[in-house]
């Protein structure tokens, strides 16, 4: 029995036996041949025999896994016919007589040296591509057959090097139950996979398929990140226990999905989810969110080559409004700059560009680009409950400005006699410290606010968190952040009508849920998976207790000290995270 | 055989998407066809060989064409460049 630790890739336990999928290792033959035409025939019918292959896969995985990932394979039989590739290979055949396997590699890893040298993780993914399609290629030439993964008898723990897409497509779904690899991260294609599988897997074990032989019995653990190897019946019988805790624990959440967030005595809040596309509606939906409280819409504009037009932005906005017919949409205005940067607008670099031209002030800068967004949104509006959000707003006369041109665009629309929603609601986020101190002056001009606790640690406490040396001081729980948050909240509260969420990353830690609930927030906003462990607790505390906690955190000295009272205080109440 | 210099105006040079018009509408033609940058000489109907050569904005470039529909083929590609593939 030995027990390993890699990097936790995708949830859950399961126990059995291990299939160690090895590849073969390719050795080319490096000698010069004599009869380069027959190299050449070896070479072509390796190419049909991969057509074949490919498209026998890419109908399986269309079925089985989507379109999406079908498309992989399209791009794979695009290498094939490629002329820079065809060609470059029958090339180093004919005039260097090169083996047909030496000149496949030769000419793949050419292309892919210079793919995955290119700084852009659309070219990586490009380089990965060119990798497995010259793998498949040469494993044709060479007659070698790799392990076939698409017929199990019985249910397996897969234990690779690393896996492509080419390997997982043609496993055999209902058998897979686990994955552990060499190497990878979280977000490297296995990860993926076995999430979108919902399977456990556990990647970065360096040698795992060194130490691990098919047939022996192990367990994956994908919530602690660790490996067992031949456990003994004690071992068995503990992560025996543990599985059927966590298939507990989700049943608990799924019992959970369609409940109101609301406190034992009788205190409602919103638990939405933050998204960066429309594809990520599905998990908010799933995990019981009842709209959006953050769609962040630079990735519309991040994932294109292009600057995202008019048409295409409605379309995105209207199909996330159209999947929360009763809920709130809250569509955050393009939040660029910083460290986030676009292909096709030129930026200058600045020496402080977290204090520079990003978000709102470069919308301002850029008031063409900006118009286009609030043009697509005001028309989006009409299919659901759009709400539009500016970022990094430091004062009321931001707010106004951003107003006035949102206003323009509305008179624009009514002069098309374009609909829209009339009364479609405008709010701000707090994430600057002079927002949250002037809560109540900006509060005139807006319907809500939604607090972005990771720019406003930032801010607050001057430190960069991306930087080792100081993020140690980054601290949600410190003082001077929670009495932020609590004149924004105590803004809202005097106002009818209004609303004050949170959409950074303290929304969805467990620990901070009693503590934001007691201060007085109303909507959570956080990634989809968190929703159900914050409902759960919201749904098992007094909104009395919660402010007496909250209240008593308010006066504490150090965010230590706040962080150990808060767990004090919720043994007691016996909530447990 | 006919040629042409163009310089490659749009922000992203021959990337993903511009990259994959280039590469359609070459393959429109029967003419053999070449895009030549600093002395290399890249087959336009390749999408592996038309990204990986790293053409980017101010690039010139030569394109190339030799066949029986040559004329239209350079001319079709030196549109497509400078009307910046559209954006």
Redesign the interface.
Known sequence: MFVKEGIIASPGIVIAKALVYEKVIVEVNKNKVEDPDKEIEKFQNAIKNSHEQLETIRIKAISELGEEEGAIFEAHA??LD????V?GVEAEINENHLSADNAVKMVTDR?YE??DQ?D?P??SA?AAD?KDVGTRVLQNILGIVQADLSQLDEDVIIIADDLTPSDTAQMDKKRVKGFATNIGSRTSHTAIMARSLEIPAVLGLCDITETVKTGDLMVVDGLTGRVCVNPGSEELEFYEKEKQKYLDYLKELEELKDLDAITLDGRKVELVGNIGEPNDVAGVLKNGGVGVGLYRTEFLYMNS???PGEEKQFAAYRSVLEAFPDGPVIIRTLDIGGDKKL??L?MDDELNPFLGLRAIRLCFKEVGLFKIQLRAILRASVYGHAHIMFPMISSITEVRQAKAILQDCMKELDDEQVAYDKDVKVGVMIEIPSAAIAADIISKEVDFFSIGTNDLCQYTLAVDRMNQEVSYLYDPFNPAILRLIQLVTATSDKKDQFFTGMCGEMAGDPLAAVLLLGLGLDEFSMSALSIPQIKKIIRSVRYEDAKAIAATALNMETGEEIMDFVQESMKKLNLYI | MIKKEVTVLN??GL????ASMFVQTAGKFKSKIFVIKEGNS??A?????I??G?ISQGTTIEIQAEGDDETEAVDALVQLINDKFG?
Not at chain 2, 15 to 18: F, I, L, Q, Y
Not at chain 2, 45 to 49: A, Q
């Open positions: 695009m290498v490629d002329p820079e590739f060609e292309f210079i793919f290119m852009d659309y070219f490009r060119i080559d292009v600057m292909p096709y030129p | 922000a992203t990337h993903a998407r511009p890249i087959n109907k390749s999408i592996m060989g990204m990986a790293g954006e």
